[in-house]
């Protein structure tokens, strides 16, 4: 599974030859790819992504954002192509992943449940 490398002084890990375990590698060729290819806007929504998965020959991209899901269904042809371009046949499938509250806001409902009404929040 992994080719292992010498170093002069100590045994570095891998370059995993494994597809399920180089997805982010394929995940920054098909970046690279766009970028090169010019497919600006493209490349700056794919640049931000890291929710990435390879599941049954399909690469999964998970984002939150509607504006980047609609840009990278627009452009799953040119994605499929960097795939093609890696030598690595599988299928593009887009989903939306869910919004996670930040911090703040999981904060906010713990005082909220700790002080009921007593509490007032001041933006």
């Not at 982010?24 to 790819?33: A, D, N, P, S, T």
Request: glycine content about 6%; some cysteine; charged content about 30%.
């Amino acid at each position: 599974m992994y080719k292992w490398r010498l170093s002069k002084k100590k045994l570095i890990k891998p370059l995993a030859t494994n597809i399920s375990t180089n997805v982010r590698e394929i995940w920054g060729k098909v970046v690279l790819f766009l970028k090169e290819h010019k497919h600006v806007a493209l490349h700056v929504a794919c640049g931000d992504i890291t929710d990435v998965k390879i599941v049954d020959k399909n690469l999964i991209i998970a984002t939150a954002d509607t504006t980047v899901q609609g840009l990278l269904n627009d452009g799953k042809r040119e994605i499929e192509r960097a795939l093609s371009w890696q030598g690595v046949e599988m299928g593009v499938v887009i989903e939306k992943s869910e919004l996670l509250p930040s911090e703040i806001e999981l904060d906010k409902q713990k005082l909220e449940k700790l002080f009921g009404e007593k509490l007032k929040i001041v933006k």
